[in-house]
């Protein structure tokens, strides 16, 4: 399925594309399942606003889980048949996901975890990768308060889990019965933060010390939340910090503020082989229980990719939006 415009309104089309030939470094792989991301909207509905779009004709679609056709050249840790999972295109001049094939740099892949489906698998890559560099960033800890902004949200509901996993004392910002379910469902304390103002749940959960660990994944004005739901010396990170902000609170704090821009490797091809070393500790987490994605309950075809998109960017969506091929 191809954009052969963007903007708001704008539709996938049906196409016919050769096969890809696979390169030196590479694997080719047949898609099986693909998620919807934030960044895939936004490249949809802003095209050449932002930086990374492809070139029109484009095949959107980031992350993926597979089974490996064949590997080209200097490739030795995956073979054909391989069920693997990755975040690996759809952006500058890799092709993306929405097809049934997709060649992918070797380095931007993993073994899909075991225990779960190609759907399941497919709705991780990016948020998972997100999550885990804004933790690993903060150097997170075991017996630190980590409060994670967004809890049920793509990114969150896995920073959440991931976070429980290194040993934190995690607590998590949402709102409405179904995403507190969500929160504490994943043991977590969950706080209703329209209910509750940053100083009550500091006051109540800190002692007013305020957490070791903030991960901010909402943005906007969550960025002085968290400097202000941040300890002394504190780590913040964001996946969302396009903001324009006075940094007097966080200089007078002493806090340290990591921004996570997880798509600099396939943007850059820096350090590619980092996303793949991620990508298989995550497996291993998932296949040791220790981690779940959260699915948004309606399926998609690929030839229903349209309405998957029109579904994320609703604000609906419960968990990742998932396209099945």
Same mark, same amino acid.
Do not use: W
């Given at each position: 399925?191809?954009?052969?415009?963007?903007?708001?309104?704008?539709?996938?089309?049906?196409?016919?594309?050769?096969?890809?030939?696979?390169?030196?470094?590479?694997?080719?792989?047949?898609?099986?399942?693909?998620?919807?991301?934030?960044?895939?909207?936004?490249?949809?509905?802003?095209?050449?606003? !932002?930086?990374?779009?492809?070139?029109?004709?484009?095949?959107?679609?980031?992350?993926?889980?597979?089974?490996?056709?064949?590997?080209?050249?200097?490739?030795?840790?995956?073979?054909?048949?391989?069920?693997?999972?990755?975040?690996?295109?759809?952006?500058?001049?890799?092709?993306?996901?929405?097809?049934?094939?997709?060649?992918?740099?070797?380095?931007?892949?993993?073994?899909?975890?075991?225990?779960?489906?190609?759907?399941?698998?497919?709705?991780?890559?990016?948020?998972?990768?997100?999550?885990?560099?804004? !933790?690993?960033?903060?150097?997170?800890?075991?017996?630190?308060?980590?409060?994670?902004?967004?809890?049920?949200?793509?990114?969150?509901?896995?920073?959440?889990?991931?976070?429980?996993?290194?040993?934190?004392?995690?607590?998590?910002?949402?709102?409405?019965?179904?995403?507190?379910?969500?929160?504490?469902?994943?043991?977590?304390?969950?706080?209703?933060?329209?209910?509750?103002?940053?100083?009550?749940?500091?006051?109540?959960?800190?002692?007013?010390?305020?957490?070791?660990?903030?991960?901010?994944?909402?943005?906007?004005?969550?960025?002085?939340?968290?400097?202000?739901?941040?300890?002394?010396?504190?780590?913040?990170?964001?996946?969302?910090?396009?903001?324009?902000?006075?940094?007097?609170?966080?200089?007078?704090?002493?806090?340290?503020?990591?921004?996570?821009?997880?798509?600099?490797?396939?943007?850059?091809?820096?350090?590619?082989?980092?996303?793949?070393?991620?990508?298989?500790?995550?497996?291993?987490?998932?296949?040791?229980?220790?981690?779940?994605?959260?699915?948004?309950?309606?399926?998609?075809? !690929?030839?229903?990719?349209?309405?998957?998109?029109?579904?994320?960017?609703?604000?609906?969506?419960?968990?990742?939006?998932?396209?099945?091929?």
């Amino acid at each position: 399925m191809i954009l052969d415009e963007y903007g708001d309104n704008t539709e996938f089309k049906p196409a016919d594309l050769d096969k890809p030939a696979v390169k030196p470094g590479h694997v080719l792989v047949r898609i099986a399942a693909t998620s919807v991301n934030t960044v895939d909207t936004m490249i949809q509905r802003m095209g050449k606003d !932002l930086p990374l779009s492809p070139d029109l004709p484009a095949v959107l679609g980031m992350d993926f889980a597979g089974t490996i056709e064949e590997v080209g050249d200097g490739v030795v840790d995956f073979a054909p048949g391989d069920e693997v999972y990755g975040c690996a295109g759809g952006l500058a001049d890799l092709q993306g996901t929405l097809a049934e094939y997709m060649v992918a740099d070797a380095r931007l892949v993993a073994h899909k975890p075991k225990s779960l489906s190609m759907r399941e698998a497919a709705a991780l890559p990016l948020v998972a990768i997100t999550a885990y560099e804004g !933790l690993a960033r903060a150097n997170v800890q075991p017996g630190q308060k980590v409060l994670v902004h967004g809890g049920a949200g793509g990114v969150g509901h896995v920073a959440v889990q991931l976070a429980k996993q290194f040993g934190a004392d995690v607590y998590s910002t949402g709102t409405g019965a179904e995403k507190i379910d969500i929160i504490e469902g994943y043991g977590a304390k969950a706080i209703d933060y329209r209910s509750e103002p940053v100083e009550e749940y500091v006051a109540k959960h800190t002692g007013g010390a305020g957490f070791d660990v903030v991960f901010d994944t909402i943005g906007g004005a969550h960025m002085t939340t968290s400097f202000e739901a941040a300890a002394l010396n504190g780590q913040v990170s964001s996946t969302v910090s396009l903001v324009e902000l006075d940094l007097s609170l966080a200089h007078f704090k002493g806090l340290s503020l990591h921004v996570v821009f997880m798509l600099i490797p396939m943007l850059h091809d820096y350090k590619r082989e980092e996303h793949g070393a991620i990508l298989a500790c995550l497996s291993e987490i998932v296949d040791a229980g220790g981690l779940r994605p959260l699915l948004d309950t309606p399926r998609y075809t !690929l030839g229903e990719v349209g309405r998957a998109y029109d579904r994320l960017a609703s604000g609906q969506a419960i968990g990742k939006v998932v396209v099945e091929l």
